[in-house]
Structures are given as C-alpha cells and as structure tokens.
C-alpha cells in the first residue's frame, strides 16, 4: 500500500477553501473552549471543593444539548444554515466575553457560573446541528469520509492539547484569561462561517414547531441505514463505556498515584490519533458501513480485554486500539449518515447524532459504575464489551443496507433562477461516476 493512500487525506484542505477556512476555525475555537472547560472546572472547585459541583459542570452543558438539540434541528432545516451559525457562534463569543469578565473582576457564585455554562450550551445546541451540516454541502461525496477525519484529528488534538495549556493558563494568569483565549479563539470561527456562501435548506424546509421535530425522528426511526448507525454508536457508548471506571483501574494498577490517572484517557487520544493519521487506510473503502460495524467490533473486544489485562501496560495498549477504533467508527458512521440524510433534512439528523453522542457517553458511564459497584471494575468491563460486541452483531444481521456500497448522495436542489443553491461545492470536484 502506498504511504500517500494511508496517511490522513488532506485533499479537501488543499482544494476546497471553505472547507478550510471552516476547519482552522473550528480548530481553533475547539481548542479555546477545552481551555475555558478547565477554568470553569478549576473556578467551581475553588469555591466549593466539592465533586458534586464539579460534576455538575459536565450536566450545566449537557442538559441544552439533549433539550433543545431536536428543536434546534428543526430550525436548521428551516432557516439559511449560516446565517443562523453565525448567530449562534456570536451568542457563544458573548458568553465567553462574560465569563472573561467576571473572571477578571467579580467571580460568580458557582450556581451563577453554572447557569452562564448552561446559556453557552444552548447556543452549542443550536450551532450543532448548524455546523454538522456543512461538510457534506461544502464536500462532493468522494471527499466527505476524509473531511470527516480531518476534523475527528482536531478534535483530538484539542482534547489533547486544550486541557493542559488551560491548566498552566489558569494557574499563571487566571481563569479569566483563559475564558479571553477562548472568546478569541471564537473570532476564528466566525469569521469561516461569514465568508460561507448562503446555505438556504434544500427542498421542502421543515414544518415549524414540532411537526418538524417528528418528521425528523420519523426519518430517523423508518430509514434502516440510519437507524443502523445510530443504535451502533449506542450499542458502544451506552454498554461499554469505560471512563467512569478509569479511577478504579488507576487504583488496582498503579495504586491510586494521581500521576497516572491521566494515561488511561491518553491512551484513548494516543489510539484516536494514530488512526486519524492512518485514516487513508479507511476513508477511502467502499463500504463504511462495514467499515462502521467492524470497528465498533473492535471496540468492544479491546475494552473487554483491557479488563481482562493483568498488566497495567498491556492493559494501556488494549486501550490505545480501542481508541484508534473508536476514531475509525466515528468517521465512517459520520459518512454512512451524511450520505444517506436528504439535505433538507441534515439538521434533524445532525440534531439526532449530537443527542446520541452526548447521551449515550454519560449513561454508558453510569451503567458502568453501578456494575461495577455491584460486582467488580473487570467485570463491567468485560461484560459491557461482549454485550457491545453482541449488539453490533445483531444491527449488522438484521440491517444489510450497512452492508451495502457506499451512496453517492443527491446535490443540493438550484436556487431559484437556476444557480446552484451551494457554490461552494464547485470548488471541489465531482467524482467521476
């Protein structure tokens, strides 16, 4: 196999700019707002040194998110899709500004931090599906699967970077400076998303209200492909996820050394990124919905084994793979989905990704702890593993429309008088058929 059919695509950076304006500033911002999650994290426990108020940072975002994700959906599918991004990411730079200043001046008790985190979260409801829906307008089909890892690979390395330069941030400059890097860090964002052309919905735009919202979950629960995918990504957040019991391992392993409870989730982003360079190897298949179940597979079975692990080590390698699989299936769930969603309907199903990305993680963590305390840290491992490996088995059997080759979805309908209702996609060649 030749190296340049392996390393990480980056054809859609060098020939669509857009899409690269779109990606430095989604870089950018997402590396700013890891920082600005560690001063919110840092500030909440100076005031109450407390780890149900630190938790309750991680419920202050999720909780717009599962909310408003559907309704927000909707509205995407009614309204120009950057225009409305750009109202959301501005909201999200005022809530920064916000946070800057009371970090600098007055610091809020930690109910108001709280609700100021919770605000942010709603214009992220909004700005979700918002931006989910850009790449396979801006991308022709052919390209969709590499855009796809080239932003996993930056989420990745904000996840791996953010904390740590927000760490030093805060303890050398305040909390408030890192909130002032974060709102910065926005601008970036913003300015990709004005120089987007205008993304009015194609097609019939959604009924209002929740008519819309239904319609949504309607084509969710009666398209197999879809469906597929979604229960896939459910079948291996909500039975096998392993973070809550990171503490736990640390302390079999290691004997509690705060030091190395840090390896276990770097172990995680070490896998995540390798595949994301390697990502070649994948984005370039056929068939990413085989690609999908197969390294939802291999999820399954690495954590079963990184339970199973004697060797803290070893354990960690088990764990790397993991992660690498984990990056391998998001990118090709993100391309079976995106392929398969008319565009008229691509906030909706965006909406409906962001809630199964969000809910699925936090309750796999919960059904991970309970089993866990009920039995042993190996035992929730191992078994919510093989039941990952079980469930994906099942979708695989009863859904063959995953099996299938990949689908060339349709273009955006013209705009009136004729002109294409997304310019942007004539940067970027159309495959040839």
């Keep these: 196999m030749k190296l340049s059919t392996t390393l990480l695509d980056v054809t859609p950076l060098r020939s669509n700019a857009p899409f ?23 500030q909440v426990w100076q005031e109450t040194q407390s780890p149900v108020w630190s938790g309750a940072v991680g419920l202050a975002q999720a909780l717009p ?5 559907l309704f927000a959906g909707a509205v995407v599918d009614r309204v120009d899709r950057r225009k409305f991004s750009l109202l959301m990411t501005a909201g999200q730079v005022v809530c920064s500004l916000l946070l800057a200043l009371q ?14 985190v919770a605000v942010q979260s709603c214009f992220v409801a909004g700005n979700g599906p918002a931006t989910r829906s850009f790449l396979p307008l801006l991308l022709p089909p052919h390209q969709l699967a590499a855009g796809l890892a080239l932003s996993r690979i930056a989420f990745q390395g904000a996840l791996l970077l953010g904390p740590a330069l927000g760490g030093v941030v805060a303890g050398t400059l305040g909390v408030g400076a890192c909130y002032t890097i ?20 194609g097609g019939a735009a959604a009924r209002p209200g929740v008519r819309g ?14 469906r597929g995918a979604l229960l896939t990504d459910l079948a291996a957040t909500l039975l096998a996820m392993p973070v809550s019991l990171f503490p736990l391992a640390n302390a079999e392993h290691f004997g509690g050394d705060p030091r190395t409870l840090g390896l276990f989730l770097t172990a995680l982003a070490v896998g995540g990124v390798a595949a994301s360079v390697l990502s070649g190897t994948f984005t370039r298949l056929p068939r990413p919905g085989v690609v999908m179940l197969v390294s939802s597979a291999v999820w399954g079975v690495a954590l079963s084994l990184f339970g199973a692990a004697s060797d803290p080590w070893v354990g960690l390698a088990f764990l790397a793979l993991a992660g690498a699989a984990d990056t391998v299936s998001v990118v090709a769930r993100g391309t079976v989905v995106q392929l398969h969603t008319p565009t008229e309907l691509l906030g909706r199903v965006a909406a409906g990704e962001q809630i199964v990305g969000q809910a699925g993680p936090d309750l796999g963590n919960l059904r991970a702890g309970l089993v866990a305390d009920a039995t042993s840290g190996a035992t929730a491992l191992v078994s919510g593993g093989l039941l990952c490996l079980g469930a994906v088995i099942a979708v695989g059997v009863t859904t063959p429309e995953l099996r299938g080759p990949r689908r060339v979805r349709s273009r955006p309908a013209a705009a009136p008088g004729g002109s294409p209702a997304h310019p942007a996609a004539k940067e970027a060649p159309t495959p040839q058929e």
């Design 20 to 42: 690269r304006r779109l990606w430095i500033g989604r870089t950018l911002s997402g590396l700013g707002g890891q920082m600005s999650l560690v001063a919110v994290m840092f």
């Design 65 to 69: 998110l599962v909310v408003l994700g």
């Design 103 to 116: 970090g600098f001046l007055a610091p809020l008790p930690p109910a108001g931090l709280l609700v100021l």
């Design 182 to 201: 974060d709102a910065l860090t926005f601008t970036a964002a913003l300015y990709a998303v004005f120089r987007l052309p205008g993304m009015e919905p």
């Design 213 to 226: 919202v239904l319609d949504g979950l309607a084509f969710l629960t009666r398209t197999p492909v879809i």
